[in-house]
């Protein structure tokens, strides 16, 4: 091979993949740029604040967002201690060779990998149609659906199901950045395995602990599949008053509004500017994991 | 685990309730995940059994149209069991055959349903393959690029670039793609249907292209230094090795990421559901429009009445898809694990 082919060769070789590096960062500059430039006029206080009025081509989105909320509050409230107690077992208790363990690991890997419509399949076959429905029927008996129809608390527990291996993941990253030294002294001293964890462990894992709550919430924050018939609203008046009722949600909003409003064209607007929102909060969320994270990984270097 | 081992040789471990209890509740905390899995498995079938149950060689009756008049009434027991028995005998002379699974056409609401599964399945195909086509030249080189080429600003300017595109929520791409990309594609090539399976295999490259990368990107970075060394050694340049040694020795990661994107397209719901027109089709053509099997559930589960045919059926979708995701992630698993494994012990 000559010396000019090569170097023809090696550059080809070398702005191929940059090009492609290029396209994926335009790609996501494209896509936000679109949708801040779409929705940022019609993005107000009183959007944010207000409810949607005249069959919801005017009005503001705040039933959706505080619907969002509380999906993310109770799908936390769910997940992130089992996701937590799981991650200690796997890290602190159980040697890598149980069986026990790898099966835990395995239904972990497993349900990372579980299309969200199936989630939303399981939360209506088992928490509707099995838990819900047994409810009804053991506690109130008068043939009327109390439990065992969509609402937000059975849709916040779906949720918290598919973010559990977000918050497993996260935090056993995070327990591993504690540097055994520290466990050891520990352990010396006389502490017993609990008081450690409890004392050295888990103290010094908190931001890790609080990352994969953040990444949890932001992923369930934008998930709408699971939700679709396990207890989001179309329009509700109200906001939800109990955990039997059903709730709006921002990503179930758009999707409402883009494909199934009568007029799509007319609340485009309020389209953009919803997506925005959720862009937004996703974002936010995002960016403090990934600052959290960079914090914890400058510690371990130092 | 090393603190354990100091505890059990060093002093007699005295008998405490408190850690007694810590270790119990942990354990069983964590095997909730474990039975969580086996739940799925067990409610999402379940749902798909009277399919299965239905005599075989009954077909379609024209009973069929009375089936659709108790919607939301509320019912008392008695009636509601009634109603059971009487969905129940409908399953039953309604006959979802295997003959009419396997059909061209899915017409779920009419007086005949028919529920084939094949304009569906073709679907999901089409476009997951659109979508990893696509989705695996750009992750893959760019992943190549940071690891291997690029100087450190710009790899510390893509990674969070990479991290905010997977970080989109799906129904954002799928806005994306329904508002702006469809319109823009139509435009591009002249095409009679806006929203195709094109489109949707276009906006769902966007969800797969972060899977790929990343996964392709620790796959490159995990090859050994002494590899590159050594190319570098016998004298070839960076992007010789990285081409003819690094690419190679990385192949299985690189194949379990692309496994792993075609499954997460084949999952993925919201995007495709407002991206590719929902027709069910059975073409070949990608610019004609398409219904995926995870669209399908999206859009019929909310209407379908509970315990009907139609019901069991999406159910059937939705066991198929898990049981197509599971296969996929257990290959690209053992991929990573044991090729990696093998390669790299040196024997």
Do not use: C
Request: hydrophobic share 55%.
């Amino acid at each position: 091979m000559t010396i000019t082919k090569r170097k023809i060769l090696g550059t080809i070789a070398y702005t191929v993949p940059a090009f492609f590096a290029l396209v994926i960062v335009a790609i996501v500059l494209f896509v936000m740029t679109y949708i801040v430039i779409g929705g940022w006029d019609s993005l107000t206080m009183d959007f944010l604040l207000g409810s949607p009025e005249e069959g919801m081509t005017k009005g503001g989105i705040f039933p959706a967002i505080f619907g969002t909320f509380l999906l993310v509050v109770i799908m936390s409230l769910a997940g992130v201690p089992v996701g937590t107690f799981t991650a200690i077992y796997l890290s602190e208790y159980a040697s890598q060779k149980s069986i026990l363990a790898r099966l835990i690991r395995f239904a972990v890997n497993t349900l990372a990998g579980v299309p969200a419509i199936v989630f939303g399949l399981f939360g209506l076959g088992f928490f509707i149609q099995f838990v819900g429905a047994g409810v009804d029927k053991t506690l109130y008996n008068d043939g009327m659906l109390h439990w065992g129809q969509p609402n937000i608390l059975w849709a916040s527990l779906t949720m918290a199901l598919l973010t559990l291996p977000v918050v497993i993941v996260a935090v056993e990253e995070a327990i591993k950045t504690v540097p055994r030294e520290l466990r050891e002294a520990s352990l010396a001293l006389g502490a017993t395995k609990w008081q450690t964890i409890r004392k050295v462990v888990i103290p010094n894992s908190i931001t890790g602990m609080l990352t994969g709550g953040i990444l949890a919430v932001s992923r369930g924050a934008g998930e709408v599949a699971p939700i679709l018939f396990t207890g989001a609203a179309y329009f509700l008046p109200h906001l939800p008053s109990g955990l039997s009722d059903q709730f709006m949600e921002l990503g179930y909003h758009i999707y409402i509004m883009a494909t199934q409003s009568p007029d799509v064209e007319a609340t485009r607007g309020i389209q953009y500017a919803t997506t925005l929102v959720l862009l937004l909060l996703t974002f936010a969320l995002n960016f403090s994991a990934i600052f959290l994270r960079y914090r914890l990984r400058k510690r371990i270097i130092t | 685990m090393q603190p354990k081992k100091i505890t059990n040789t060093m002093m007699k471990k005295r008998f405490r309730l408190s850690e007694f209890l810590a270790e119990k509740l942990i354990t069983a905390t964590a095997f909730m995940s474990f039975t969580f899995i086996v739940l799925i498995f067990i409610f999402v079938f379940r749902e798909t059994l009277p399919i299965f149950s239905a005599p075989d060689e009954i077909a379609a009756t024209e009973e069929l149209g009375e089936q659709e008049t108790y919607g939301n009434i509320v019912l008392t027991d008695a009636e509601r069991a009634v109603e059971e028995k009487q969905n129940k005998s409908i399953a039953a002379e309604e006959g979802v055959t295997a003959k009419n699974l396997a059909g061209d056409r899915w017409q779920p609401i009419s007086g005949k349903p028919k529920y084939g599964l094949l304009p569906l399945i073709i679907g999901s195909l089409k476009v997951s393959l659109i979508a990893v086509l696509l989705a695996a030249p750009i992750g893959i080189l760019a992943a190549l690029f940071t690891a291997a080429f690029a100087p450190k600003w710009a790899k510390e300017a893509l990674k969070p670039m990479i991290e905010i595109l997977a970080g989109f929520p799906s129904v954002v791409i799928g806005f994306f793609a329904l508002v702006v990309l469809a319109t823009f594609i139509q435009d591009f090539f002249g095409l009679e249907y806006r929203l195709n399976a094109f489109v949707g295999g276009v906006a769902l490259s966007l969800a797969v292209i972060p899977i790929i990368f990343t996964i392709s990107e620790d796959a490159i970075s995990a090859v050994p230094k002494s590899l590159t060394e050594a190319s570098l050694a016998l004298g070839a340049t960076k992007w010789q090795t990285a081409l003819k040694v690094v690419l190679p020795a990385a192949t299985p990661g690189i194949f379990a990421s692309v496994i792993l994107g075609v499954g997460r397209a084949f999952g993925e719901t919201m995007i495709v559901l407002m991206a590719t027109g929902n027709a069910a089709l059975t073409s070949a053509d990608p610019f004609e429009p398409v219904r995926t099997m995870s669209a399908t559930i999206g859009a019929e589960m909310a209407e379908v009445v509970f315990g009907e045919t139609h019901y069991n059926v999406l159910f059937l979708i939705g066991s198929i898809l898990f049981l197509f995701t599971f296969t996929l992630n257990a290959i690209a698993e053992i991929f990573v694990r044991q090729r990696l494994m093998k390669k790299f012990s040196g024997n």
